[in-house]
């Protein structure tokens, strides 16, 4: 009697166990659509925003918005006024919601500080092997602290020297 309580209660629990498992197929399919629907989204409002652009620069190309800032996106292009509303924008509501701010463009000098910000901010760690203490930074063993601060700086320098060029 005992052995048919447990096969129905095993019998029971993979039935619902196999619910669930289509449950989440469902729901993946569900989040690849989504996630198609945004893109094509953002690709038309991307498409509407260039051919608005365009002839915004056709029609007055002395117009202060369409002024450069000085400053150059990753990429390379050059930032005008109009754009650099929408970095204020998404960082004011990222700080509220805890979000990462928007990597907006940079001047080339800012893009230098903070390629060299982002290696300084790797941290130096410490092991101790019996009496014997070594310090590790990238996954390179140093001697002393200061000889992998001293790697460190060397690599912050070549990745401001790097991005400045």
């Not at 701010?101 to 092991?127: F, N, S």
């Amino acid at each position: 009697m005992r052995a048919q309580a447990y096969g129905q209660a095993v019998r029971r629990e993979r039935a619902a166990a196999g619910e669930w498992e289509q449950r989440a197929v469902d729901l993946a399919h569900e989040l690849a659509v989504a996630r198609a629907e945004a893109a094509a989204h953002d690709a038309g409002r991307l498409a509407q925003i260039r051919a608005l652009r365009t002839a915004l620069e056709a029609v007055a190309p002395m117009d202060p918005v369409l002024r450069r800032t000085g400053r150059l996106y990753a990429d390379g292009e050059r930032e005008q006024v109009w754009q650099a509303f929408y970095v204020d924008a998404y960082d004011a509501i990222a700080r509220a919601n805890g979000l990462s701010r928007c990597r907006g463009a940079m001047t080339p000098q800012e893009r230098a500080d903070a390629a060299e910000a982002a290696v300084l901010a790797e941290p130096v760690r410490m092991t101790w092997w019996l009496w014997h203490r070594r310090w590790w930074w990238r996954n390179v063993e140093h001697r002393t602290e200061a000889g992998a601060i001293r790697a460190r700086s060397a690599a912050a320098r070549a990745a401001r020297e790097a991005t400045a060029r």
